[in-house]
């Protein structure tokens, strides 16, 4: 069973910086794209930005370009978001999901971020 | 930029009837890229259908998908209680993704 579990997300202040995790099980990791994407409070989804299986090309929404930044570890089974120069518009829940063909077929429960002074 | 327009943007309905749900590209898109998710109260959102018509697995037969070009529609054919959520389309291309505002479909 595919099992993504993300963490790191808490209350920031506007400019500050934050790295979310994902931890990965139930499926070969690094035969797959990786994606983040975001929900804020009582709003729709967003993607936010994607990495392929070896990590060597990314993605990003162009709101996040230059701030934000995907990376992942296939040993450790891991996906990672470094969000620096943070916004309070950034403030949102911060779901990893398993990105197959542009389709995002499994997903975590979530992380949540508050960018707030 | 391609834009992603659902409608209604709130559906309100019974169990037992049918539920069409509209997905509108601002410029034709392929059908392969073309999805739908469903997201209840405090969940994240499930994968229901891929290639605007594939259903995802596990997913009942009584949610369908169908469409080409700008116009897409995902249909339940009779709800169940469980089917009251919020529902998204969703495109994909090379360097973007994008998603529909959503759809609330709520109980009458």
């Known amino acids: 069973e595919v099992q993504l579990v993300e963490s790191g997300g808490g209350l920031v202040q506007p400019g500050g910086s934050l790295r979310l995790s994902c931890a990965a099980s139930g499926f070969t990791f690094r035969s797959y794209w990786m994606s983040w994407l975001r929900q804020a409070p009582g709003k729709g989804l967003e993607w936010v930005a994607t990495t392929n299986n070896d990590g060597r090309k990314t993605y990003y929404v162009d709101s996040v370009k230059d701030r934000f930044t995907i990376s992942r570890d296939n040993a450790k089974n891991s996906l990672d978001l470094q969000m620096n120069s943070l916004r309070p518009e950034d403030t949102a829940v911060y779901y990893c999901a398993t990105e197959y063909w542009g389709t995002f077929d499994s997903w975590g429960q979530g992380t949540l971020v508050t960018v707030s002074s | 930029e391609i834009v992603l327009t659902q409608s209604p943007g709130t559906l309100s309905l019974s169990p037992g009837e049918r539920a069409t749900l509209s997905c509108r590209a601002s410029?034709?898109?392929?059908?392969?890229?073309l999805a739908w998710y469903q997201q209840k109260p405090g969940q994240a959102p499930r994968l229901l259908i891929s290639?605007?018509?594939t259903r995802a697995t596990g997913i009942p037969d009584r949610f369908s998908g169908s469409g080409s070009g700008t116009g897409f529609t995902l249909t339940i054919s009779r709800l169940e209680p469980a089917d009251f959520a919020v529902y998204y389309c969703q495109h994909y291309d090379t360097s973007r993704r994008t998603f529909g505002q959503g759809t609330k479909l709520e109980i009458k």
């Open positions: 290639g605007a018509s």
């Open positions: 410029q034709s898109v392929s059908s392969s890229y």
